[in-house]
């Protein structure tokens, strides 16, 4: 169970990377609207303001992180909603009274990852979610959860993948776009 501010949320959509493609976008929203979430966290690289559209029309609050990509990162800023929140990258937040990192990448794929399950090692964090690298990766390291949700754009593998982390049961199913 996650608590962000005063909800308390069960299921979290996590996504990353998803370059401007509308059509991949619109169909994350339908099935993340149609599940349920309480929550959609995006790990950037939205790339334009206009790639927002389909989230704020979604009406799911939003958690989204500038992406190495996302160079209209001002104008994405003054487009978004006041309930909803802009971070740089990498960025701490609270999830259910317990420390979460979420960024979207540093320089290589190789080097992404390594910080990812640095952190997770560490035992600081409840869940370590990163993007950047367009790889599914989830996995358990001791008490931490390590989730990239992959590609929402399918560009560089292919594959168009958004994650929903039920946050009671710590677990992660992975949904094919």
């Known amino acids: 169970m996650i608590l962000f501010g005063e909800v308390i949320l069960l299921l979290v959509g996590i996504l990353s990377d998803s370059h401007d493609d509308l059509n991949s976008l619109e169909r994350a929203m339908e099935i993340l609207q149609r599940t349920g ?19 704020i029309n979604s009406g799911i609050p939003f958690i989204l992180l500038r992406g190495n990509n996302d160079a209209e990162s001002l104008v994405t800023i003054m487009t978004l909603e006041s309930n909803n929140i802009y971070y740089s990258s990498p960025t701490e937040i609270e999830l259910n ?30 869940f370590v979610l990163y993007g950047h690298t367009h790889e599914l990766h989830i996995e358990k390291i001791d008490s931490s959860m390590v989730i ?4 929402v754009c399918g560009k560089l593998t292919g594959r168009r993948t958004i994650v929903i982390l039920d946050t009671r049961e710590k677990d992660a199913e992975v949904i094919d776009l």
Do not use: C, M, R, W
């Not at 420390?99 to 992404?112: A, E």
């Open 37 to 55: 979430v309480d929550e959609i966290i995006h790990l950037g690289d939205l790339v334009s303001p206009f790639a927002l559209k389909p989230i």
């Open 148 to 151: 990239n949700p992959g590609e």
């Open 97 to 126: 009274e317990k420390k979460t990192l979420i960024f979207h990448g540093f320089g290589s794929k190789d080097l992404t990852e390594f910080i990812a399950i640095q952190a997770a090692s560490s035992e600081k964090y409840e």
